[in-house]
């Protein structure tokens, strides 16, 4: 099936189509997530989290030809927003020889 063709079935709501896009692009998209986040299971979170958004607004891409882009934008997206999150708010581990952590 070509691009335009599947676009339009998955814009009109086509289940077997949103699973072929899926079959077709997910391991691209995890490709791009994992350039950003090396940690695989963080990256497949991003790769649903991307999916879902993909999925609830494939019906505002316009032109099907850059489905591909569209696609690795919003993954890549997903990455820096994670990584300014996770730079924003650094898990500080606990000095286990301060004493700080300790019961009482």
């Known amino acids: 099936m070509d691009t335009k063709a599947l676009v339009t079935l998955c814009q009109k709501g086509n289940g077997q189509a949103l699973s072929l896009l899926y079959e077709n692009y997910s391991e691209k998209m995890l490709k791009v997530c994992l350039r950003y986040i090396p940690d695989p299971t963080i990256a ?3 790769l649903h989290d991307g999916f879902v958004i993909i999925f609830t ?3 505002s891409l316009r032109n099907p030809e850059k489905l591909e882009y569209w696609m690795k934008k919003i993954m890549r997206n997903l990455a820096l927003q994670y990584l300014n999150h996770a730079n924003a708010n650094p898990h500080h581990p606990i000095d286990r020889y301060s004493g700080r952590g300790r019961a009482c």
């Open 57 to 59: 607004s494939i019906h």
């Open 44 to 46: 497949q979170d991003l």
